[in-house]
């Protein structure tokens, strides 16, 4: 099919456009020779330097890999030229405007248009600004696909040449898959995005409600400009930790499942397999939130409101007890920053998969517990100290410790020493599989 003696190789790029430019560049600087095929050779647009240009039936027949740099409204064209792109390896790098637009993907249609060609699916999911810099730390990648295992060859070593790293996804059949992939927009941030804007638009109204309003409407007291700091700086610590609750809170299920099951072996529910998917990114916004919470906190000491209300005199229990809850918040938030950055994939990369697990399990919770008990006393101190919280704490405050108490308890539950057995076991595949049929029962008794 090919022939790899001659050094420097030829390559054939299908369309002067922006893909193919830089392709050809890319090539030509990795020591490739490129000749082009378009349809107007004489006239086309200005090609890289050393590049010659062909009609499509010369610049085919003078190499054995071809890319098609076309876009795959226009493929019609290339049923006529299906006798000489036979035993040749077609490179399909194109994409889509939206997902389903087309009953079968765009590799599987050229392939259905050059039935005796090699059709390899590659590169669509790199930008035409990615191919002309070349390979970065975050555009390394280059997935392909095929049916014939030699022409994934030909092209893997051209995108190894090139400095790309190569992830084969099997047949043409994979190619739909991967022309989805630049169309994805922050899968797995969707979830957790509506979670943290829902949670946030209703405490906000929440406490907008029984802040603002009420002691408006009951005591004709104006009190509103709290919305800047005080309301946004109750309504981001509840959404933080309840976030930071909800990312743990899917590991516990699971673990019950587990027990529940007394089996690993068997699939979870897709809606816990998708919040489990989504755990780095809940932890990842919790954290932006703990961070404003952070910053709000900060400025309130420079306040005038604060000023103006600071009294003279020292109450030493008070003060014990509001640098406590002060002490835990920083605790908490010291670990809640360790786990975003052991989130980064540098540096998870290079950490083993038990220090990862250590830090992000077993200091996880101990972070979910200094917050939270950051908000217990928090909301202790502030109902024994002012009468406002006597009647505002309550129902609000509660809602935000719900959750994160539930999954310490559950999770405290779970470190019960017979309960951890079990788990271990089940975990570790040591589970007593029952047998299939009596025939095997007999054997074993
Ligand atoms: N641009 C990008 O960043 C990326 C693009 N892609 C894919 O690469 C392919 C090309 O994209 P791009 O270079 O941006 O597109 P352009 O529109 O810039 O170029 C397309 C080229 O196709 C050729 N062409 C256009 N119409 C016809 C036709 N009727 N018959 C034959 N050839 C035709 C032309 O070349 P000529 O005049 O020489 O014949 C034209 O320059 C697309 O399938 C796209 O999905 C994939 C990943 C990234
Ligand atoms: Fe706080």
Redesign the pocket.
């Known amino acids: 099919m090919r022939n790899t003696d001659t050094w420097p190789e030829l390559l054939c790029i299908f369309g002067t456009g922006d893909l193919g430019r830089s392709l050809g560049q890319r090539l030509l600087q990795s020591g490739y020779k490129v000749v082009y095929g378009s349809r107007r050779p004489h006239s086309c647009g200005p090609v890289p330097q050393g590049a010659q240009v062909m009609s499509h039936t010369a610049a085919a027949q003078s190499a054995s890999v071809v890319f098609i740099c076309i876009q795959r409204e226009h493929y019609g064209f290339l049923e006529q030229l299906a006798p000489q792109l036979k035993r040749k390896v077609l490179v399909d790098v194109s994409n889509n405007l939206r997902k389903n637009l087309y009953p079968e993907a765009n590799a599987e249609y050229l392939q259905r248009l050059t039935p005796e060609a090699y059709v390899v699916k590659a590169f669509n999911t790199l930008s035409a600004w990615a191919l002309q810099n070349g390979p970065s730390d975050s555009n390394r990648q280059v997935y392909l696909c095929g049916n014939s295992t030699e022409a994934k060859e030909a092209v893997t070593e051209i995108a190894t040449r090139l400095g790309f790293s190569v992830q084969d996804r099997g047949s043409l059949s994979a190619a739909r898959e991967l022309e989805d992939f630049p169309l994805q927009l922050f899968p797995l941030w969707r979830l957790p995005l509506r979670l943290a804007f829902g949670l946030t638009a209703f405490f906000f109204f929440y406490l907008l409600t029984r802040d603002v309003i009420y002691t408006y409407a009951t005591q004709k007291k104006d009190i509103s400009f709290r919305i800047m700091v005080s309301l946004a700086n109750k309504v981001f610590?509840i959404v933080s930790l309840i976030m930071l609750a909800l990312c743990y809170l899917p590991g516990v299920i699971a673990a019950v499942f587990q027990l529940y099951r007394g089996t690993k072996y068997r699939r979870f529910p897709d809606w816990l397999d998708r919040w489990m998917l989504c755990r780095k990114q809940l932890g990842l916004l919790a954290l932006a939130f703990a961070f404003l919470?952070v910053l709000y906190?900060l400025i309130i000491p420079i306040r005038y409101y604060v000023r103006y209300k600071i009294a003279a005199k020292l109450d030493t229990t008070i003060a014990w007890r509001s640098d406590s809850?002060y002490s835990m918040?920083i605790l908490g938030f010291g670990l809640y920053v360790l786990l975003g950055i052991t989130s980064l994939p540098s540096v998870s990369n290079a950490l083993s998969w038990r220090e990862f697990s250590f830090i992000q399990s077993k200091l996880g919770y101990l972070t979910l517990f200094f917050c939270t008990f950051?908000?217990y006393l928090?909301g202790w101190d502030m109902f024994l100290r002012s009468s406002y919280y006597k009647w505002y704490t309550p129902p609000g405050y509660m809602l935000s410790l719900l959750v994160p108490s539930v999954v310490l308890v559950l999770k405290l539950l779970l470190l019960l020493p017979c309960v951890d057995r079990s788990l271990t076991r089940i975990r570790q595949g040591w589970e007593r599989t029952e047998p299939q049929d009596d025939s095997q029962k007999s054997l074993i008794t």
């Open positions: 610590p919470h906190t809850y918040g950051h908000t928090y």
